[in-house]
């Protein structure tokens, strides 16, 4: 599983992102091997400590602090709702949707109005369906090429379906909402806001967390 998942991770091109996931997951590999349950937060401290010494400027992107902070808020809001079922999937887009306002205001300067809608979509269609499907004609291709050629059709297909889907939403006329770019002081209380937002049901000042967001 290790050998693929490093193949696959060449494949992808080792970027931030890519970087983040290989080594969470050999580290998780790793506790298996040694029979001990690791905390969440120890394997992403890990992952964080060699994509930094890998290519210490890589604190400098964009896509290095939305990649780590991103998987945080996920592995947060999966916690809390395992309870929900099937619903969970869309109460977690949702939330992190909410989650990730200030540091897509702070990076970039604008907010995504539909990105919850277009990441529901097309998160599960190239997850388990396009990139299995290139991955299968990648292996078929050896001794069936026309079958892999008719899955990498399939394939590209399916791709040109979903984006041709995400130009509808980004045509919109409300789909995008800009605002100046925000100090870092603002950032820091907007992600706060979330956090004070999320708590279990019963403590107190919950409410506070949506002013401190707004």
């Given at each position: 599983?290790?050998?693929?998942?490093?193949?696959?991770?060449?494949?992808?091109?080792?970027?931030?992102?890519?970087?983040?996931?290989?080594?969470?997951?050999?580290?998780?590999?790793?506790?298996l091997?040694?029979?001990?349950?690791?905390?969440?937060?120890?394997?992403?401290?890990?992952?964080?400590?060699?994509?930094?010494?890998?290519?210490?400027?890589?604190?400098?992107?964009?896509?290095f602090?939305?990649s780590?902070?991103?998987?945080?808020?996920?592995?947060?809001?999966?916690?809390?709702?395992?309870?929900?079922?099937?619903?969970?999937?869309?109460?977690?887009?949702?939330?992190?949707?909410?989650?990730?306002?200030?540091?897509?205001?702070g990076?970039f300067?604008?907010?995504?109005?539909?990105?919850p809608?277009?990441?529901?979509?097309?998160i599960?269609?190239?997850?388990?369906?396009?990139?299995?499907?290139?991955?299968?004609g990648?292996?078929?291709?050896?001794?069936?090429?026309?079958?892999?050629?008719?899955?990498?059709?399939?394939?590209?297909?399916?791709?040109?379906?979903?984006?041709?889907?995400?130009?509808?939403?980004?045509?919109f006329?409300?789909?995008?909402?800009y605002?100046?770019?925000?100090?870092?002081?603002?950032?820091i209380?907007?992600?706060?806001?979330?956090?004070?937002?999320?708590?279990?049901?019963?403590?107190?000042?919950?409410w506070?967390?949506?002013?401190?967001?707004?």
């Amino acid at each position: 599983g290790g050998l693929l998942a490093i193949g696959y991770s060449l494949l992808a091109g080792m970027n931030i992102p890519t970087q983040r996931t290989l080594i969470m997951l050999l580290v998780m590999l790793a506790s298996l091997l040694w029979r001990r349950q690791l905390p969440f937060s120890i394997t992403l401290s890990v992952a964080l400590l060699l994509v930094t010494l890998l290519d210490p400027l890589a604190a400098l992107s964009v896509g290095f602090w939305l990649s780590f902070l991103t998987v945080g808020l996920l592995v947060l809001l999966g916690s809390r709702q395992r309870k929900l079922g099937k619903s969970a999937v869309v109460w977690m887009q949702l939330l992190l949707s909410i989650g990730t306002i200030p540091l897509t205001a702070g990076f970039f300067g604008m907010l995504s109005l539909n990105a919850p809608l277009a990441n529901l979509v097309a998160i599960p269609l190239v997850t388990f369906v396009i990139t299995p499907l290139v991955l299968l004609g990648m292996v078929v291709t050896a001794w069936w090429p026309s079958m892999a050629g008719l899955i990498w059709s399939g394939a590209a297909h399916l791709l040109a379906w979903l984006l041709q889907m995400l130009e509808g939403l980004a045509n919109f006329s409300l789909s995008t909402l800009y605002m100046p770019l925000i100090p870092l002081g603002w950032l820091i209380i907007g992600l706060g806001g979330f956090l004070i937002l999320i708590l279990p049901r019963g403590m107190p000042g919950r409410w506070l967390g949506l002013l401190w967001l707004l």
